[in-house]
């Protein structure tokens, strides 16, 4: 499972690598801090737990995880990575599931705008 909250939620830019993969929940949070990188993309950050970030939850084979993995930056190391992929607790209406995330260090937030609403489509 992998909890999506940008350019790969349903309609936007990249959602075509999820199309042969099963939402779960188009309407779920996990908690952290989103921010809007100015290149068309934005980050979440997990060090804060007070803040809500709104996306979908998808079911995807090895094939579409490596297609994000790339899209995303991530190579396995972490000091190299510009994403790391990291579990976290997704909260559903009914239920908590663990997925797959992609999060930004918290030290490259530093010069980010912040958004308020949680959600990439609503900042």
């Not at 990291?86 to 010069?111: C, G, W």
């Amino acid at each position: 499972m992998v909890f999506v909250y940008g350019t790969l939620l349903k309609n936007e830019s990249n959602s075509h690598l999820l199309a042969t993969s099963d939402c779960v929940d188009s309407n779920c949070f996990i908690y952290g801090e989103l921010y809007d990188t100015s290149l068309g993309y934005p980050a979440v950050c997990v060090d804060d737990t007070s803040k809500t970030v709104w996306g979908e939850l998808y079911d995807v084979t090895e094939e579409v995880l490596h297609k994000i993995d790339a899209l995303e930056g991530y190579i396995g190391d972490e000091l190299k990575n510009e994403y790391n992929r990291v579990y976290l607790n997704v909260y559903r209406k009914q239920s908590v599931t663990q997925a797959l995330v992609y999060v930004f260090p918290s030290i490259k937030t530093a010069h980010l705008s912040f958004i308020h609403s949680g959600s990439w489509r609503n900042r």
